[in-house]
Antibody, heavy 121, light 107 residues
C-alpha cells in the first residue's frame, strides 16, 4: 500500500533555507505524483505543489514559485522539497503525500508522511 | 485561486447523530472535490474523492455528494472515533486549495 518516511525536525534562522526529504516504500515510486502540503500551528492545510517523480515535472502553487524547488531521486525513491528565504510565516509541519491514483491526478492523496516540523527563529 | 468555503466551522454532536458538512467552491469545479479527516497530531486521512467515491477502507457511514460549486460530506451515524476536523479540497486547478476545516466536537 505504501509508506512515506520524512526527514527530521529542522530549526532555521530567518533568511535561511530548508530541505525536507520524503522516502517512499512499498510501491512503484515513479507511478504516483507526490504532493507537498503544509500546516501552520493551529491552522488549516495549505497545498504547496506536486512533482511527478518520473521525469521531475512539477506544478507549484504560484505563492511558492521562486522560493520552492521540488526534486526526485529515483535511485533512492526519495523526493525533496527545498524552501528558501524562510520567515516566521513558514513555521509549519510539512507533509509529503502520495496521489491516490497513478492514472488520475485529481483523486486526492492517500498516503502521507509523518510530517516534518520546521521552526524559524 | 479557487476559494473553498466550509460550513459550519465547528459543530457539536452526539454519538449516533447524522452530521452534514458543506463545502462551497468560488467557481465550478465539476466533481473535483476531495474530503479529508484529521485528528490532533496526525496527518490527514482521505475519506472521499471526486465528490462521492469512498476511499478504500473508509467506513460506509461516510458519504459525499455534490457537483459544480456545492458539496456535502455526511456522516450517517456519528461514532466516537469520528470526532476530528474535516477538510474539503478542490483538485480542479492549481493551487489545489483546501477549505478552512470543520471541527466536529462531542456534545
Amino acid at each position: 500500500q505504501g509508506q512515506l518516511v520524512q526527514s527530521g525536525a529542522e530549526m532555521k534562522k530567518p533568511g535561511a533555507s530548508v530541505k525536507v526529504s520524503c522516502k517512499a516504500f512499498g510501491y512503484t515510486f515513479t507511478s504516483y505524483y507526490m504532493h507537498w502540503v503544509r500546516q501552520a500551528p493551529g491552522q488549516g492545510l495549505e497545498w504547496m505543489g506536486m512533482i511527478n517523480p518520473s521525469g521531475g515535472f512539477t506544478s507549484l502553487a504560484q505563492k511558492f514559485q521562486g522560493r520552492v524547488t521540488m526534486t526526485s531521486d529515483t535511485s533512492t525513491s526519495t523526493v525533496y522539497m527545498h524552501l528558501s528565504s524562510l520567515t516566521s510565516e513558514d513555521m509549519a509541519i510539512y507533509y509529503c503525500a502520495r496521489a491516490s491514483s497513478s492514472l488520475y491526478y485529481y483523486y486526492g492523496v492517500d498516503v502521507w508522511g509523518q510530517g516534518t516540523t520546521v521552526t524559524v527563529s | 485561486d479557487i476559494q473553498m468555503t466550509q460550513s459550519p466551522s465547528s459543530l457539536s454532536a452526539s454519538v449516533g447523530d447524522r452530521v452534514t458538512i458543506t463545502c462551497r467552491a468560488s467557481q465550478t469545479i465539476g466533481t473535483y472535490l476531495n474530503w479529508y479527516q484529521q485528528k490532533p497530531g496526525k496527518a490527514p486521512n482521505l475519506l472521499i474523492y471526486v465528490a462521492s467515491s469512498l476511499q478504500s477502507g473508509v467506513p460506509s457511514r461516510f458519504s459525499g455528494n455534490g457537483y459544480g460549486t456545492d458539496f456535502t460530506l455526511t456522516i450517517s451515524s456519528l461514532q466516537p472515533e469520528d470526532f476530528a476536523t474535516y477538510y474539503c479540497q478542490q483538485s480542479y486547478s492549481n493551487p489545489y486549495t483546501f477549505g478552512r476545516g470543520t471541527k466536529v466536537e462531542i456534545k
